[in-house]
């Protein structure tokens, strides 16, 4: 997906243009885009962090990481698309 693909799903599937009945669908879907793009940022700081020797650092950087995971997986779950 690069930038003009971004742009075009930003520019082009407001809620407001979502079918009757999915809007719903279209926030989680957001909301997972959101939870992945956080989640590698995460990760790459526990990676610098480990490389740097900050143990606790990386320590809690990895707990919110756990945090992140968790919730894309709510979101991914029947429960939070249609909930």
């Known amino acids: ?3 003009r ?3 075009r799903d930003q520019e082009g599937a407001t809620p407001s ?3 009757a009945g999915r809007p719903r669908l279209f926030l989680t879907g957001a909301g997972a885009r959101t939870e992945h793009c956080e989640i590698a940022a995460y990760e790459g700081l526990v990676t610098m962090a480990e490389a740097m ?3 606790e650092v ?4 990895t707990k919110d ?3 992140e995971r ?3 997986e709510k979101l991914q779950s029947p429960q939070g ?3």
């Open 1 to 3: 997906m690069g930038a």
């Open 5 to 7: 693909s971004s742009r």
């Open 17 to 19: 243009r979502v079918v």
């Open 53 to 55: 020797g900050e143990t």
């Open 58 to 61: 990386a320590e809690l950087l």
């Open 65 to 67: 990481l756990e945090q």
């Open 70 to 72: 968790a919730a894309l």
């Open 81 to 83: 698309r249609l909930g």
